[in-house]
């Protein structure tokens, strides 16, 4: 079955960054055939889009979807203060309220243009079973990719570390326990629509041992790796005085750096730390609103991109950025990279950039990320006739410096997923309904 997705303004984000004003797309069964304008090509199916913007599907390289449970909490808190608030509250989660957390997180991000998501799952309470399982069959209802993972605390209040004791697992529970996910849900290779990480979550809940055979792990496994890293400056003096040395160090000490290893946020990395990234092909998960929401800085992003830095994006948790909006860290992207950096500093469709084909280099995808023959036909259509785009010329530039939008269509692999504006295969309004029972037992 063929489909020719017609009447376009295609943004491939490819290698040659070409766009096709009067474009098409043409999809044979989950993957792009070709993409062009002109003379249109056969088709079974043919699907006019009315002059809308066509990007590739947004990917969402950090998230904690179980947060939804606990928005709007530590209001004023800086990172370690909103942390040790929200340990004790989420030490409640069980699979029914990661599942209802997970479809509302994957609702809203498919609504907003995205369609993979990496969530990173660190909180496992004892005797709670199914939590990464909750979420991936949240992913598959819905219809959009999920890169899961393994995270793992295991330094607790008692060791020197933030999270409190009955949080924090033995370090053999969570490799046996990374394995078996591994070999239960992990499909590797082009097209996979469901994955797993491995995730310890950061330097101070974590300790180098179970950091070092978490590496070792996924390096056997073929799996990818990540964690928090250079969030604030309350890390890095722990770091230091834990450590004797600052977190880029600490982790290149562990191994750690390398291309099969991506860190979120980064926002205080040195000049010879941003070298030693590019030098290892490390990558970074940018979450602007998050970073703005704690108070936490501003990513040098500008700096890593130019060194050849991996950057992509994230919404990061719903306890620090409350909305799942990943288009709209595209326009925070922008404006944070130009607060930083001045007018020039960053061009929309290089936030595109990041949010698409940046997103799949750091999640060590080359199937997705860009329109363009023999990769998934993932991608997002963004209607321009509406209010807050008369006017603009260049509606590419316009849908980032106006947005957040809705996408008025959603294809990931071929299937649509949103129409209209609204989940295919899911109901908003349940979804919403289902999620406020479960939410009322963190509550309090
Ligand atoms: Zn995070």
């Not at 942390?83 to 030490?91: A, D, G, K």
Request: hydrophobic share 40%; proline share 4%.
């Amino acid at each position: 079955m063929s489909t020719l997705y017609r009447n376009g303004w295609i943004v491939t984000m490819d290698d040659a960054e070409s766009e096709h004003e009067n474009g098409w797309i043409l999809v044979d069964g989950s993957t792009i055939a070709s993409v062009g304008s002109g003379m249109e090509p056969h088709a079974d199916e043919r699907v006019d889009l009315n002059g809308a913007v066509v990007t590739p599907g947004l990917i969402n390289t950090h998230h904690h979807l179980y947060q939804t449970l606990t928005r709007a909490r530590a209001q004023q808190a800086d990172l370690f203060t909103w942390l040790r608030e929200l340990y004790p509250v989420w030490s409640r989660i069980d699979a029914d309220a990661e599942y209802a957390a997970a479809r509302t997180g994957i609702a809203e991000l498919a609504l907003s243009g995205c369609t993979t998501v990496f969530d990173h799952h660190y909180v496992f309470p004892r005797g709670r079973e199914g939590l990464i399982e909750a979420e991936v069959q949240a992913a598959r209802e819905i219809g959009l990719r999920i890169v899961a993972s393994r995270g793992s605390m295991d330094l607790g209040v008692s060791d020197g570390g933030l999270p409190p004791d009955e949080l924090v697992e033995d370090l053999d529970a969570v490799l046996a326990e990374t394995e078996r996910l591994a070999a239960a849900i992990h499909e590797p290779g082009h097209g996979a629509r469901v994955q797993l990480a491995v995730a310890p979550c950061s330097p101070f809940s974590v300790t180098g041992r179970l950091m070092e055979e978490s590496a070792a792990l996924a390096r056997r496994l073929d799996l990818p790796l990540h964690t928090h890293l250079a969030e604030t400056l309350e890390e890095e003096a722990y770091c230091l005085e834990l450590h004797g040395c600052r977190p880029v160090e600490y982790l290149d000490r562990l191994g750690w750096l390398a291309d099969d290893v991506w860190c979120a946020h980064c926002i205080h990395l040195s000049e010879s730390d941003i070298s030693r990234f590019a030098s290892t092909g490390t990558g970074v998960a940018h979450c602007p609103t998050s970073n703005l929401r704690l108070g936490a800085g501003a990513a040098p992003v500008r700096e890593m991109v130019n060194a050849g830095v991996r950057v992509g994006l994230g919404v990061d948790g719903s306890a620090s950025n409350e909305r799942s909006d990943l288009f709209f860290e595209v326009k925070q992207a922008l404006l944070v990279c130009r607060g930083r950096g001045g007018g020039a500093a960053i061009t929309a469709r290089e936030a595109i950039r990041l949010g698409t084909r940046g997103g799949a280099a750091v999640l060590c995808r080359d199937d997705i990320g860009s329109l363009e023959p023999g990769k998934c036909a993932d991608f997002a259509v963004w209607r321009t006739d509406v209010l807050e785009l008369g006017g603009a010329d260049d509606l590419v530039a316009g849908i980032v410096f106006a947005g957040p939008f809705r996408p008025d269509r959603l294809v990931v692999g071929g299937e649509t997923v949103v129409s209209d504006g609204h989940l295919v295969k899911a109901d908003e309004t349940e979804i919403a309904k289902a999620h406020r029972v479960e939410a009322r037992k963190f509550s309090g």
